[in-house]
């Protein structure tokens, strides 16, 4: 809840394919871990309220960033399968791990998985979080991200 938005990150991995060439390239890990410093592993963040994921930083790996498009934001649809407990989390509102999600780029699919909660990186919600709030102070965005009725989020945003 870093901009007071409903928000937890979610650890996951991530196959991006080209329907083109052919050629799949798997990012994160289905068991991140923290070396000192750094995350081994990819992160999404999912907005319960709103149904929708947020890949901030998806633009890190060169096929996605060529073509310029920000981060994924989208609805999050479920693919079929998991266990009765998964799919009353699912029902609640909660993205439980194994949940795939796909996601059209041009001519890239990227599928991600949830792999896990991610409360123990809490240092990469707070760096989404400001990472975010750079991206919702462009001046495209801004106008909606202010209209959105966040008292804290608008608040920072000035």
Partial sequence: MQLDIPAHVRTADLVVSNRYTGKRTLYGRPDPDWDGDVFKGHCLVWLPTSGRIVDATVEQYPEVRRYRLGPIIGRAVAAAGGTAEDHVAAASGELVPGTSINVQREELMLLYTVTGHAAEVQRTEVNLAAH????????????????GGYLRLTALLA
């Avoid at 750079?134 to 202010?146: H, I, K, Q």
């Fill in 132 to 147: 975010a709030l750079t991206l919702l102070r462009l001046p495209e965005v801004s106008v909606r991200a202010r209209a």
